[in-house]
Nanobody, 128 residues
Framework: QVQLVESGGGLVQIGGSLRLSCTASGSTFNSYAMGWFRQAPGKAREFVASISWSTGNTYYQESVKGRFTISRDVAEATVYLQMNSLKPEDTAIYYC?????????????????????WGKGTLVTVSS
């Protein structure tokens, strides 16, 4: 049984930084793409960034390019999202997801209800 557990959320000031972690268990993930999504209050969940577990290739939503960095530690079975220069509009619940046999850019376009696995989310609040 695959499990994804997010951590690292919290309250941060505008312009600050946070690093989210997603620890994966229950499988070997060489054939997976891993991604981060977010859902702001009153809005639909949206794609943020993704990474190929095997190659490390990455893909980003335009609004976070240059501010967010996704990475993975294969030995620790963990995917990270380093978030810098945070803005109030980055406030959301951040979810980790895993999908087999797709390149990372496909996670940004495929129907979310077809994603293989989801974590329960971690809340990020950006405030002045």
């Amino acid at each position: 049984q695959v499990q994804l557990v997010e951590s690292g959320g919290g309250l941060v000031q505008i312009g600050g930084s946070l690093r989210l972690s997603c620890t994966a268990s229950g499988s070997t993930f060489n054939s997976y793409a891993m991604g981060w999504f977010r859902q702001a209050p009153g809005k639909a969940r949206e794609f943020v960034a993704s990474i190929s577990w095997s190659t490390g290739n990455t893909y980003y939503q335009e609004s976070v390019k240059g501010r967010f960095t996704i990475s993975r530690d294969v030995a620790e079975a963990t995917v990270y999202l380093q978030m810098n220069s945070l803005k109030p509009e980055d406030t959301a619940i951040y979810y980790c997801a895993a999908e087999r046999f797709v390149p990372p850019e496909r996670m940004g376009t495929m129907p979310q209800d077809r994603m293989d696995y989801w974590g329960k989310g971690t809340l990020v609040t950006v405030s002045s």
